[in-house]
């Protein structure tokens, strides 16, 4: 079954900044667009137009959004769902056989970078898809300029799997270089087992270590993707911080998150929260077990 790249839309400008790279991105890897636009009927507005009305304003917007995106690049194949109901329910279920979903995030300027939103952040807790979140005002220059699809690893390579698979598939089809990046620190003293020092001795210290340690994660990645530049790139720091301190030089960014919920609900996890609120560029949010 070929999946769509999908888009939530809801009329306004970070939205339509969404579809605008979502269709970019289905027209780079030969996918269907498919753009949703999820609505509620507003009994405040009934004296002017009722439930039929509304819906047909609601079409007409994306309709006419899609018209426009089309125009850009002739030949795509689009398709919209106005469906009613609440906005996560419906893009929840849109993402379930989409290839990824692309939504829309305000942002205020370099530092504050992305207001996630309630509906962005349930929805990337809830869906098993990956989910991109687009700025508005996102600049489609910057895919053209050279710059890096960066990717999180961390952990054994198996942690890492989706969000490398992601972003090499992303890069092949932008010829764009992958820069995977993977953070360290000191562990306490406690943590230290007769194994892990072993394993450090052989390894030549902790630095030398992580950089075998990525160099294992990246090495399938490379043999299936042969054509793609790869950049290792291993720092000191927590993850999220060695992470933005490279989303100067990213068109993409790219991390994972775990799938599974826990006694508090779906998560979307520390170092994706703060990558989402403070990164310039778009970032795709990665699901694995």
Do not use: N
Not at 72 to 81: I, N
Not at 162 to 184: C, I, K
């Amino acid at each position: 079954m070929t999946r769509p790249i999908t888009a939530g839309v809801d009329g306004t400008e970070e939205s339509l900044a969404a579809l605008a790279w979502a269709a970019r991105e289905a027209v780079r890897r030969g996918l269907p667009l498919r753009v949703v636009h999820a609505w509620r009927f507003q009994p405040e507005l009934a004296e002017l137009a009722d439930r039929a009305a509304q819906e047909q304003w609601m079409r007409d917007g994306t309709a006419e959004a899609v018209r426009t995106v089309v125009e850009r690049h002739p030949g795509l194949d689009a398709a919209t769902e106005v469906p009613e109901g609440a906005p996560v329910e419906a893009l929840t279920a849109a993402a379930a056989d989409a290839e990824l979903l692309v939504l829309g995030s305000r942002g205020h300027g370099p530092v504050v970078g992305f207001l996630l939103g309630s509906v962005g952040r349930q929805v990337i807790a809830e869906t098993t898809r990956p989910v991109v979140l687009v700025r508005a005002g996102d600049d489609p220059s910057a895919e053209a300029a050279g710059r890096d699809v960066v990717v999180g690893q961390q952990g054994e390579p198996d942690d890492s799997a989706a969000a490398l698979r992601f972003a090499f598939e992303t890069a092949a089809a932008r010829g764009a270089t992958v820069r995977a990046v993977r953070a360290w620190s000191l562990p306490p003293v406690f943590a230290y087992s007769p194994g892990s020092l072993k394993m450090l001795d052989e390894a030549g210290g902790l630095e030398p270590y992580e950089k075998k340690a990525l160099a294992a994660a990246l090495q399938p990645w490379r043999e299936r993707f042969p054509d793609v530049p790869v950049v290792e790139h291993v720092e000191m720091g927590s993850a999220g911080q060695v992470l933005l301190s490279v989303a100067g030089r990213a068109q993409l960014m790219v991390v994972g998150r775990r799938a599974h919920r826990t006694a508090v609900g779906a998560r979307i996890g520390s170092v994706a929260h703060g990558v989402l609120h403070h990164a310039g560029c778009p970032v795709a949010v990665v699901p694995h077990d």
